[in-house]
């Protein structure tokens, strides 16, 4: 009997190992990275524990963007386009959730986001370097 036991010891230890990676997997499957030239984001947000992740991930880019409705609910799949100080399109992306990280550089930028056709403009945002400004968008 006991032989049996230490025998099952090297399928335990695989079972829970392969169980904190699909945990990992899947952790990392709530955020969706991306680049554009030099410019990086982050998008994601959907349930608290994901915001929770994400909130300390976006530490380090400079603008944060959230999206809700006029209830205060939480919107995803915005599409957010932006322009540098000379009008040129510097990024294009969609949201996967209600909170969406860019990292800019220091300077003087406008947005555009549409949920479902509906847009909102941001005609100036000042970014300075290491800080991070939030910019709350609702439709």
């Known amino acids: ?3 049996w036991r230490w025998s099952l010891i090297p ?3 695989f079972l829970v190992s392969l169980f904190a990676i699909s945990i990992y997997s899947a952790e990392e499957d709530f955020f969706k990275k991306g680049r554009e030239g030099s410019i990086t984001f982050l998008s994601g947000g959907i349930g608290q524990q994901e915001r929770e992740t994400l909130k300390e991930m976006g530490k380090e880019y400079t603008l944060k963007l959230i999206f809700s409705n006029k ?3 939480y919107l995803s799949d915005v599409a957010v386009k932006v322009w540098d ?3 040129k399109t510097i990024l294009t992306a969609v949201s996967d959730g209600p909170w969406l990280f860019i990292n800019l550089p220091s300077g ?3 947005l555009d ?3 479902k056709g509906n847009e909102k403009k941001i005609s100036k945002i000042n970014i300075e370097k290491e800080t991070q400004k ?3 968008i609702q439709w």
């Open 108 to 110: 003087t930028y406008h």
């Open 113 to 115: 986001a549409n949920f």
């Open 11 to 13: 399928i335990v230890i």
């Open 85 to 87: 100080q000379n009008n």
């Open 1 to 3: 009997m006991d032989r």
């Open 71 to 73: 209830n205060g609910e």
């Open 134 to 136: 939030t910019v709350s």
